[in-house]
């Protein structure tokens, strides 16, 4: 084994001659650029050797790849800016309601997760129906017909009706696609003011979560992160080819809800609420970003015809994912609609009302993974494609982030074709981003360097 140094954070590990750099900082939490998720072609995830030995090719200015380097000895290990981005969670300011996208509208829908209080006649000899068909017949007085129920309900439900003389709070969840109610939890005495809500957008580059009221609808928190599967793959491409690799779909899966815990945990602490206040989780993603979360095997969406595992997603128990809640805490997943039309676009659409209503509408999506629809109530058609390259200058020798240092905006004399440039903060230059790349091509073309075909 040999001691790791990682500069700048100063955090020394211990690592097997076996692993690679990007896989010792993996572990260790250190986020290190990786856009092709360590097959050594996008030389993105450079580092410094500044002591020790390694196993490893050298590239420009005396850079490894921290993806196909080994350690041979202990190491002293330099992280340049480049390499890395700012990891923080930002909390944002939280709207007053959840609300529809461009609608102020008096009556939100119903939240799937409902709180309901009952106040039951305790049995006598005269009338001494089960305790299950006793909660039953006072549901059906409130148009809940036949919910579904499970064993582990029916074990604790003598002990709870009794504990506070048959008051009783039920946690429902109503199923909209087979209009069914489930009954998830059974609770003694009223416990309905406990009823809270997350919504996550599982994006590929950046997590947003926001945690709501469920009975007021009112958004008490709102907190935005990098999704820390980016250390394993900037877009969803190098992610499937990731999870290809021994264990890398756990890892993928693993990094993400360990991330949303840690932001739910946040968004908790600052509104002084616990864990267990928290009904529901609703995640939104891609089709690719809802297979990873639920650690479903990715591969055949990137193969030729390119078919998810399914568009659907059970209704899921956080439990069941190894997230830290109580065990009646639900997960859904919003469907998708194809292999790359994925929930996040669904929920867009519903959020949108688009699908309601006689104007057409336009909606885009314009996340790493770009998406477009158009319709009204009567037709909706949809396309997609990968939008982050453009914007991020992926798949570019010189391309990154709109950093410090971007090349934002080009203009080219068109005498001498001598270029004239700006960078974001006029910082020295040290590569484009996704609108340089575009003010780029089109002074190109204006100037007739290129043409339309290039
Ligand atoms: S070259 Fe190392 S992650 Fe791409």
Redesign the pocket.
């Known amino acids: 084994m040999f001691k790791i140094k990682f500069l700048p954070y100063n955090l020394e590990v211990f690592a097997s001659p076996e692993e690679t750099i ?1 896989e010792i900082a993996m572990r260790c939490g250190i986020h ?14 450079k580092i410094i050797i500044e002591e020790g030995k390694v196993k490893g090719e050298v590239i420009d200015n005396n850079f490894y ?4 380097t080994f350690p041979l000895s202990d190491l002293r290990v330099r992280i340049p800016v480049e390499s890395y981005i700012d990891k923080r969670a930002e909390f944002l300011k939280p709207k007053k309601k959840a609300s529809f996208l461009s609608k102020e509208i008096e009556k939100l829908p119903e939240p799937p997760f409902k709180k309901l209080y009952l106040k039951l006649q305790p049995p006598t000899i005269e009338e001494n129906f089960s305790d299950w068909i006793r909660i039953k017949y006072t549901l059906e007085k409130e148009k809940i017909l036949n919910p579904e129920l499970n064993i582990n309900i029916l074990r604790k439900l003598p002990y709870v009706l009794r504990e506070k003389n048959f008051e009783i709070t039920l946690n429902l969840y109503y199923d909209l696609r087979k209009d069914r109610y489930y009954l998830i939890d059974i609770e003694s005495g009223n416990k309905v003011s406990q009823n809270l809500g997350v919504a996550v957008d599982l994006g590929t580059t950046t997590l947003q979560l926001e945690l709501i009221d469920l009975n007021t609808g009112e958004v008490l928190a709102s907190i935005s992160d990098y999704n820390p599967q980016i250390s394993y793959g900037e877009d969803v491409i190098s992610r499937i080819e990731f999870a290809k690799r021994k264990d890398g779909l756990k890892i993928l899966a693993n990094s993400v809800k360990e991330k949303i815990g840690f932001l739910i945990d946040e968004m908790l602490k600052a509104t002084k609420k616990n864990f267990d206040s928290i009904n529901l989780i609703s995640v939104a993603g891609n089709t690719v970003m809802s297979h990873l979360f639920l650690e479903l095997e990715p591969k055949y969406l990137r193969e030729y015809p390119y078919t998810p595992v399914t568009t659907e997603f059970p209704l899921i128990f956080a439990k069941e994912l190894g997230l830290p809640f109580k065990d009646s805490t639900l997960i859904q997943l919003a469907p998708c609609k194809a292999s790359y039309m994925g929930g996040d676009i669904v929920a867009g659409i519903v959020a949108s009302r688009m699908a309601e209503e006689e104007p057409l509408t336009l909606f885009i999506d314009l996340g790493t993974n770009g998406e477009i629809v158009l319709g009204n109530r009567e037709f909706l058609i949809c396309a997609s494609c990968s939008a982050g390259p453009a914007f991020e200058g992926g798949g570019i020798k010189n391309g990154i982030r709109a950093v410090s240092g971007a090349i934002e905006a080009v203009n080219i004399d068109p005498i001498t074709f001598e270029p004239m440039i700006l960078t974001i903060n006029k910082k020295p230059p040290k590569g484009i981003c996704g609108s340089g790349i575009i003010s780029l091509l089109a002074n190109l073309f204006k100037v007739g360097i290129i043409d339309k075909a290039g």
Do not use: H
């Not at 790849?65 to 196909?68: G, N, Y």
């Open positions: 990007i290190i650029n990786a856009s092709c998720g360590g097959a050594g072609a996008c030389n993105k995830c790849k921290a993806c196909q």
